[in-house]
């Protein structure tokens, strides 16, 4: 009879439940594009005003309208793509009706 060692490692994972230099490399990528967005938008809408607007910073950024135009259409695909989730999931789970 032989036996099976699983390998785990220091955090107790299994090691086939590890994410892989893919996935790291992905998640990375992603929280680099966040910070980069997350500081963009904070120098347009809280720095930006208190600039001359002669000033050649102005160039790098969209005119201001779009500062509350393109946050409010996001939010509006978001809740949009939560609502056809939630309903494809319900869609998935429901059960047929019995008849009797």
């Not at 259409?73 to 809740?79: K, M, Q, S, T």
Request: include cysteine.
């Amino acid at each position: 009879m032989t036996k099976t060692f699983r390998k785990y490692s220091k955090t107790g994972l299994k090691t086939a439940d590890m994410a892989t230099g893919v996935d790291q490399a992905v998640g990375m990528g992603l929280v680099v594009f966040s910070l980069v967005l997350f500081t963009y938008y904070s120098i347009w809408v809280i720095v930006l005003p208190f600039v001359a607007s002669d000033h050649v910073l102005h160039n790098y950024f969209l005119p201001r309208e779009y500062s509350i135009i393109l946050p409010g259409v996001a939010a509006i695909v978001l809740l949009i793509c939560i609502g056809a989730f939630t309903a494809v999931v319900l869609w998935k789970n429901r059960k047929p009706k019995k008849t009797d």
